[in-house]
C-alpha cells in the first residue's frame, strides 16, 4: 500500500490559512493571505522540491485545488520539478459540489472519504500527497489515514485565521523522525503517525502510611 503524506504550512499560532498570497482564501475576512512568501529561500525550495521528488500521485482539497489548477498547468517547463509532477501525475479532489475537473488527469473523490483514499493508497506507486488543503487534513487525520506529517511552521503569530490543529481533534500520537530549519527560520518537522497518546503522571506517590 502506498503512504498518504500531509505537508502543511502554518504560522506559530497553528493557521494554516492563504500561505500563499492575498487572494487565494479571504473566508471570515482574513487579511494576511500570503503570510509564508518572505520566507521562502533556497532550503525551503529544497525541500518543496525533495517532497515532490516522491510523489506518485496528488488528493486535494477542492480549495487547494482550484488554487492549483489556475497556476501549475501554466508553468510548463517539464524540468520545474513541482510542475513536472503536478502536471502529470494523477490528482484526485475531494469535494461533493465539484462538478467539473479540467486539469488533465484529475478525478473527484465524492464518496466515503475513508474507503475512497485508501483504495487510492492501494493504487498508488510512490507517496499519495496532500498540500496544504487544511479542512481535508483534518478530515484525513481524524480518520487516521494520513501515515506523515510535514509541517513547517513559520515564524509570525497572525492572531487570526483558520487553525489546523483545532478544538475537538481526535488525541493522537507520532514519532519524530526528521527536524531542519531554514536561513529565514522555517521550522520543519516530519512525524510519523504512531498511534493513541501514551499518559503519565508527574506527582509523587502518595506516603504510605
Do not use: C
Request: no cysteine; glycine share 12%; net charge negative.
Amino acid at each position: 500500500m502506498g503512504k498518504l503524506t500531509l505537508t502543511s504550512f502554518v504560522t506559530l499560532d497553528g493557521v494554516y490559512q492563504a500561505p500563499g498570497g492575498p487572494n487565494e482564501d479571504t473566508r471570515d475576512g482574513f487579511e494576511h493571505g500570503g503570510w509564508s512568501v518572505p520566507y521562502g529561500d533556497e532550503d525551503f525550495g529544497r525541500f518543496i522540491d525533495e517532497v515532490f521528488g516522491r510523489a506518485g500521485a496528488f488528493l486535494l482539497g477542492r480549495r487547494t485545488y482550484e488554487i492549483f489548477a489556475a497556476h501549475w498547468p501554466r508553468v510548463t517547463d517539464p524540468g520545474d520539478p513541482v510542475a513536472g509532477k503536478l502536471n502529470s501525475l494523477p490528482k484526485y479532489v475531494a469535494s461533493s459540489t465539484l462538478t467539473q475537473a479540467d486539469w488533465a488527469g484529475t478525478t473527484v473523490v465524492r464518496g466515503d472519504l475513508a474507503k475512497e483514499v485508501t483504495a487510492i493508497k492501494e493504487n498508488t506507486g510512490g507517496e499519495l500527497q496532500v498540500h496544504g488543503s487544511g479542512a481535508l487534513a483534518q478530515s484525513l487525520l481524524a480518520l487516521d489515514l494520513v501515515d506523515t506529517v510535514h509541517l513547517l511552521t513559520f515564524p509570525v503569530v497572525l492572531g487570526t485565521g483558520r487553525r489546523l490543529l483545532v478544538e475537538g481533534a481526535v488525541p493522537t500520537a507520532f514519532t519524530h523522525t526528521e527536524a531542519r530549519v531554514t536561513s529565514t527560520g522555517v521550522a520543519i518537522h516530519t512525524y510519523e503517525l504512531a498511534g493513541r497518546p501514551q499518559y503519565g503522571s508527574y506527582e509523587l506517590p502518595a506516603e504510605t502510611a
